[in-house]
C-alpha cells in the first residue's frame, strides 16, 4: 500500500499552478521560508487529505483483514484516513470508530480485540505521485482557491477561481463513476453483479 511520502518536489508543479492562479512568480524549490509558497503547499497538503478522506474509488478497499497485535490491539497507521468494520463483522455488536491512534470498539467500550482477524473497509491517504489526474486536478484547483482567499483577497479572482473549482469537481466526479461502475439499483460493496442493458448489443446482431 503506498505510504505518504515527504518528498515534496511531486508536488512542486501543483504549487507552482496554485502560484500562478494568483499572479505568483513560479518557484524552483519549495522553500519554506517563502509565505506565498509556505501557504501555496501547506493549503496542498491540507486539501489533498480533506479530499482524499472523503473516499473514493482509488484509495478506498474493502473487506481488508487486519491481524491484532500481541497486546491485541490494532494500530492505525498514518495512510488510514477511515476504518469502517465491514459489512457483518459483528452484526452490530461491534461499532468501530479511532481513539488513542487505535481501532476502539464504542459499543463493548474496549480497544481489545480478541478475534482472530477483523475485516474492515479502509480509506488510504495516498502520496501526491499515486492519485489520478483528475483527482490532483481538483485538488490543486481548490488549494488555488484557498490560497487566494489568504494571500490577495480579491472577490473577482475568488470568484473565477471557484468557477475554476467546480469544473475539476465536475471532472474528478466523472472519473469516479466511470471507475465505481455505479448503477442506481445498488451493490455489494466492492462488487458490481449487476450489468446493465445495453442498446448496441442489439443492435450488432
Known sequence: MPFPTTNATQELPAV??????????????????????????????????????????????????????????????NQMLQVNLSDGEGYGSKAAIRKNGKLYDRVNHTDKWTDETVTVDIVYQYDWIDLPIPIQDFITARAATIVSTKIVGDPEQHKYLSTREQFAR????????????????????????????????????
Open 170 to 205: 465536475a471532472n474528478a466526479l466523472e472519473y469516479e463513476c466511470n471507475q465505481g461502475n455505479y448503477t442506481y439499483f445498488g451493490h455489494p460493496r466492492g462488487n458490481n453483479n449487476y450489468v446493465s442493458y445495453q442498446p448496441y448489443k442489439a443492435l450488432n446482431r
Open 16 to 77: 507552482n499552478q496554485i502560484l500562478a492562479s494568483v499572479g505568483q512568480a513560479p518557484v524552483t524549490t519549495l522553500d519554506q521560508t517563502n509565505p506565498d509558497v509556505a501557504i501555496a503547499y501547506d493549503t496542498l497538503l491540507q486539501v489533498s487529505r480533506e479530499v482524499q478522506a472523503e473516499g473514493w474509488t482509488f484509495n478506498t478497499e474493502y473487506k481488508v483483514v487486519l491481524t491484532p497485535d500481541t497486546n491485541d490491539e490494532i494500530v492505525y497507521t
